[in-house]
DNA sequence: CAGCAAAGATAAGTAAACATTTCATATTGT
DNA sequence: ACAATATGAAATGTTTACTTATCTTTGCTG
């Protein structure tokens, strides 16, 4: 699965611990989601899109395997 | 969080072995999911999401505790 | 009513998410 | 270039998602 993150905290000019801090995990957690070492749970996919003010669909997408 | 799964799965006249077989998990543990005993992961949300033809926000919601 | 399919629930085991700590490597500002 | 900050990444440990198996319940249909 890949995710636009990165580009989403440019946006706003946040760090990975300003992130992490605002959905409530760590930032060496985030820093893991954000590099597709693991696949957060719906609720972290949530809480993202909702402090980005979009969609979990823009933030994350399914690649070809996992379609 | 609560979901719209059971809606969603009879709008299509789905069982929940029918869904599960779909999104590639077992017949149990989409039934966890639908009753909300466990959190799915962002890829089963999404998988979920684009069979029903629709999105993670309107087939979960996050509730005051988890906003 | 019998019998089957769908659904809910629970227990035990495995795999993976996530925390914590720590260290190495960019990147940026002065 | 130097220092401070941001990011990547590995090891270890805990929690939780998910599987498989089993049992019960509910609802439908012959």
Redesign the interface.
């Known amino acids: 699965?890949k995710n636009t993150i990165k580009v989403e905290r440019a946006k706003k000019n946040w760090t990975q611990a300003d992130l992490a801090k605002h959905i409530g995990i760590s930032r060496q957690g985030l820093n893991s989601i954000e590099t597709g070492k693991f696949?957060?749970?719906?609720?972290?996919?949530?809480?993202m899109?909702?402090v980005f003010d979009t969609?979990?669909?823009v933030l994350?997408q399914?690649d070809e395997a996992?379609?």
């Open positions: 699965m696949i957060p749970s719906t609720v972290l996919a949530l809480r899109a909702k969609t979990v669909e994350f399914l996992e379609g």
